[in-house]
């Protein structure tokens, strides 16, 4: 009868062993690309329920039957090709935890600065062609501490949320007015400062707070070798109030807008 002999195991796998079944919980299963354009999709649906029906294949799926490519099949993108031209996916490549301290972002880590264009035009409407203005609504901003009047979309319901956070920042005392009044804007059909690419204020899905403590990297003079010094004086109170009604805010990236706030519910995720 053929004998087969026992593998001799080297000394060091009675330690490496135990540890194998340890390594898939801290640093999580490994996702391939069709994990992560489902889960892209789901948190699209999960957010924009009225606009969004389903997912086939590739494709997220409107309403009115227009199908859109989750994944454009590029693969891995440079950090600036990630900002100009995202597929749905690379929207979500960097994750946003709301909650989480005013630490400073590390390089290029800019959660939500990634939006593909061709999506927020279909929900919003393209400000170039007039089709965001018919949605426009008016609400009063801080109506007890300084009303003022802005304009924001109704669509999804963003003016009434930015509504909700407005009365949750009147209840804050008094020390936190110098941060929100005047406010410095809200629906403007511009590019991002610096760039072609359509600002998020285009689709009235944004606010900027009040620019006395807000700080800019566009402001800022990099380190000799490139690296931004992150600033921020936004009290953290503002931002949880911002983020438990779905806006997430610009002090989060590497390429801080400390002042900037806009309406993105499906990035939101608490902080590990």
């Known amino acids: 009868m053929l004998r087969v002999r026992a593998t001799r ?10 540890l ?20 892209a999709a789901e948190r699209l649906l999960a957010a924009y329920p ?12 409107w309403r009115d039957g227009t199908r859109m490519r989750i994944d454009d099949g590029r693969g891995p993108k440079e950090f600036a090709a990630l900002i100009s031209d995202p597929d749905l996916k690379d929207m979500f490549s960097m994750p946003y935890f709301a909650g989480s301290g005013g630490n400073p972002p590390s390089r290029d880590a800019d959660p939500g600065r990634a939006r593909n264009h061709e999506f927020f035009a279909r929900m919003y409407g393209d400000c170039r062609r007039g089709e965001v203005e018919k949605h426009l609504v008016e609400i009063t901003w801080l109506p007890r501490k300084a009303p003022r009047r802005i304009k924001v979309t109704s ?16 209840e804050l005392p008094a020390s936190f007015d110098v941060f ?14 610096g760039t072609d690419l359509r600002s998020a204020h285009g689709y009235g899905i944004a606010i900027d707070i009040a620019t006395r403590r807000a700080d800019y ?29 779905g806006f997430i805010w610009g002090g989060r990236w590497y390429h801080f807008d400390t002042m900037h706030f806009e309406y993105r519910p499906e990035l939101i995720q608490p902080a590990p």
Do not use: Q
């Open 50 to 61: 009225d606009h969004l029906r389903g997912i086939e294949g590739n494709a997220l799926v």
């Open 20 to 39: 194998m079944a340890i390594i898939p919980l801290v640093i999580g299963p490994v996702r391939s690309k069709a994990d992560a354009s489902m889960d």
């Open 180 to 193: 929100l009044t005047p406010p410095a804007g809200t629906y403007i059909c511009r590019p991002i400062a």
């Open 217 to 245: 990297w566009r402001w800022s003079r990099p380190h000799a070798d490139g690296i931004l010094s992150y600033r921020n004086a936004i009290p953290m109170e503002i931002v949880s109030i911002f983020e438990k009604h």
């Open 155 to 170: 669509v999804n319901g963003v003016a009434e949320k930015l509504a909700a956070v407005s009365r949750e920042l009147d």
């Open 9 to 18: 195991r080297p000394k060091w796998w009675r330690f490496l062993h135990p």
